[in-house]
């Protein structure tokens, strides 16, 4: 049997790109790499849903920040980062138009069946990322993301930031919630193994698994960290809400330059 080294993948598909007229930058950070647990995998989609949804209120979530973006019905959101749909689904039935975008195709199909099942026609499906997606419509009034972002380093959040800032109209919002740590770092070893414990309890085994992966190959970052970056992309923070030591909610508005 032939051995296929990751190297030889790789530089066949920069070639392919290249050959395309389709290459990033090949500096740029490689977002469709895998980065902690695989969801690009159609059964691995499959399970997210199902665990999440033993710890999570899709409904109740999305109405907290529909709620918090304050909008009309008449108004425009991206939903960047949307997974299997919890917040797409429930937005579309609030907003004009919703562009559900995420760098999974096993993740869009299982968001475009549930939308299918509940006959959503405004909901525009993309696959893409906070580095590559294009936003070719009219700026939006606003974006939101749900654990998401901690997939990209410190420094290429700032950069897809800087995008997303790009695609909001000026004064237009920007809601993001992910795994933030604000914690004392003192005892980090204990509050870890302590919240891995508390959310597998709340679950289901594979659970630890997947927040194990998380810790030791993911890019979540510091809320004062955070801040920063939010604040150098263009935004103002208008609330910061942390939960656990490990959540946080930011709400914030598009400054006007």
Same mark, same amino acid.
């Given at each position: 049997?032939?051995?296929?080294?990751?190297?030889?993948?790789?530089?066949?598909?920069?070639?392919?790109?290249?050959?395309?007229?389709?290459?990033?930058?090949?500096?740029?950070?490689?977002?469709?790499?895998?980065?902690?647990?695989?969801?690009?995998?159609?059964?691995?989609?499959?399970?997210?849903?199902?665990?999440?949804?033993?710890?999570?209120?899709?409904?109740?979530?999305?109405?907290?920040? #529909?709620? =918090?973006?304050?909008?009309? !019905?008449?108004?425009?959101? /991206? @939903? *960047?980062?949307?997974?299997?749909?919890?917040?797409? #689904?429930? =937005?579309?039935?609030?907003? !004009?138009?919703?562009?559900? /975008? @995420? *760098?999974?195709?096993?993740?869009?199909?299982?968001?475009?069946?549930?939308?299918?099942?509940? !006959?959503?026609?405004?909901?525009?499906?993309?696959?893409?990322?906070?580095?590559?997606?294009?936003?070719?419509?009219?700026?939006?009034?606003?974006?939101?993301?749900?654990?998401?972002?901690?997939?990209?380093?410190?420094?290429?959040?700032?950069?897809?930031?800087?995008?997303?800032?790009?695609?909001?109209?000026?004064?237009?919002?920007?809601?993001?919630?992910?795994?933030?740590?604000?914690?004392?770092?003192?005892?980090?070893?204990?509050?870890?193994?302590?919240?891995?414990?508390?959310?597998?309890?709340?679950?289901?085994?594979?659970?630890?698994?997947?927040?194990?992966?998380?810790?030791?190959?993911?890019?979540?970052?510091?809320?004062?960290?955070?801040?920063?970056?939010?604040?150098?992309?263009?935004?103002?923070?208008?609330?910061?809400?942390?939960?656990?030591?490990?959540?946080?909610?930011?709400?914030?508005?598009?400054?006007?330059?």
């Amino acid at each position: 049997m032939i051995k296929v080294r990751e190297m030889d993948i790789e530089l066949y598909r920069n070639y392919m790109n290249e050959l395309n007229g389709k290459a990033e930058p090949g500096w740029q950070y490689d977002e469709t790499k895998l980065c902690g647990v695989n969801y690009n995998d159609t059964w691995r989609a499959w399970v997210y849903d199902r665990c999440q949804q033993k710890f999570r209120d899709y409904k109740a979530e999305s109405d907290e920040i #529909i709620a =918090a973006l304050d909008m009309g !019905k008449n108004q425009t959101v /991206i @939903d *960047i980062g949307c997974g299997t749909g919890a917040f797409t #689904i429930h =937005a579309a039935k609030y907003f !004009k138009k919703v562009f559900a /975008i @995420d *760098i999974s195709k096993a993740m869009l199909r299982r968001a475009r069946k549930k939308a299918g099942i509940l !006959k959503l026609g405004n909901i525009k499906f993309c696959k893409g990322g906070f580095l590559t997606y294009k936003h070719d419509d009219e700026p939006v009034d606003a974006v939101v993301s749900v654990k998401a972002l901690h997939h990209l380093p410190d420094f290429w959040k700032l950069v897809g930031l800087k995008r997303i800032a790009r695609m909001i109209k000026t004064g237009g919002k920007l809601y993001i919630k992910d795994v933030v740590f604000s914690f004392d770092m003192d005892g980090y070893e204990s509050r870890i193994k302590s919240f891995i414990q508390s959310m597998t309890n709340r679950t289901e085994p594979g659970m630890k698994w997947d927040l194990e992966t998380h810790f030791r190959q993911e890019y979540s970052t510091c809320g004062w960290i955070m801040e920063g970056l939010l604040q150098r992309a263009g935004f103002k923070i208008e609330t910061a809400d942390y939960k656990d030591g490990f959540l946080a909610a930011y709400l914030c508005t598009k400054d006007i330059i």
